[in-house]
């Protein structure tokens, strides 16, 4: 070939690959290939995941969470009110009542970390039955 300085005859000369470079390569494709098994592995366990633990939300009693009482305090506190805040019925005896209070008020006492605001609805709860069963045991 004119002015290339090849004859016709010459063989054409071949890179040399070096073999850190090949290695390198390799390790790179074979480290994408890891992180796509790995993904792919999340994606399918966290669907798994998700779809169990629907299921077992679904299997929940309907009553579950209905045992605290839902809603805010009444404007004047009544019977009910301070029988659902102590945790007594309406009719429970002086000495039910003053163990309920002295239960409730050691779990939220404000010295302990309790709300003084729901100490003092505690308190409030016990004086409304003392005051309105005087004499009753």
Do not use: C
């Amino acid at each position: 070939m004119p002015g290339t300085g090849l004859d016709a005859f010459d063989e054409p000369q071949v890179r040399e690959v070096r073999p850190h470079m090949a290695t390198g390569l390799i390790l790179a494709g074979l480290g994408l290939a890891a992180v796509g098994l790995a993904g792919r592995f999340a994606l399918r366990a966290g669907k798994l995941a998700q779809t169990t633990l629907n299921q077992k939300f679904g299997e929940l009693p309907s009553g579950s969470f209905s045992k605290y009482y839902r809603g805010g305090f009444e404007a004047k506190m009544s019977r009910r009110e301070a029988g659902l805040i102590l945790g007594v019925s309406p009719s429970a005896s002086k000495i039910k009542i003053k163990e309920a209070h002295k239960r409730i008020m050691l779990l939220n006492h404000p010295d302990k970390g309790g709300s003084p605001y729901i100490a003092a609805k505690i308190n409030e709860a016990k004086d409304l039955f003392e005051k309105s069963r005087p004499g009753t045991s």
